[in-house]
């Protein structure tokens, strides 16, 4: 017995494995296409801030003044903080608790008690 495949046959077995060739190349080159500018953008974005310090380096700040008395607080003054809004450092006395407030060169401008604050152990 002898099988005889015809010549449509062949055509359309390749004309197939053809067609599926082309959809995968087709489906690769849209995809490329839409992930393209993502890929840009991250690669913009490592050439922008890849080799940046980051801005709060405390390394690079160094102390003019390595200490200074503030006239009016006599011991125990922790806790200081700097505010850019109003340009003043901001302290906690611990014994009695107080809140004070500075200018920048050290000098005291204002004070405030704490009620109901105790030492906690």
């Known amino acids: 017995m002898r099988y005889d495949i015809s010549r449509d046959a062949i055509c359309y077995g390749f004309f197939m494995r053809l067609l599926k060739r082309v959809i995968v190349v087709v489906l690769l080159g849209v995809i490329l296409f839409m992930v393209r500018d993502d890929i840009r953008y991250v690669y913009q974005l490592i050439l922008k801030y890849g080799d940046k310090p980051s801005a ?14 503030v006239a009016g607080v006599k011991s125990n003054l922790s806790g200081l903080t700097y505010s850019a809004e109003d340009r003043m450092l901001f302290a906690v006395i611990n014994n009695p608790p107080e809140l004070v407030w500075l200018t920048t060169e ?3 401008v204002g004070r405030m008690p704490l009620q109901g604050i105790m030492k906690c152990l």
């Open 56 to 69: 709060l380096a405390l390394s690079s700040y160094k102390a003019v003044i390595q200490q200074k008395p």
């Open 106 to 108: 050290g000098q005291l």
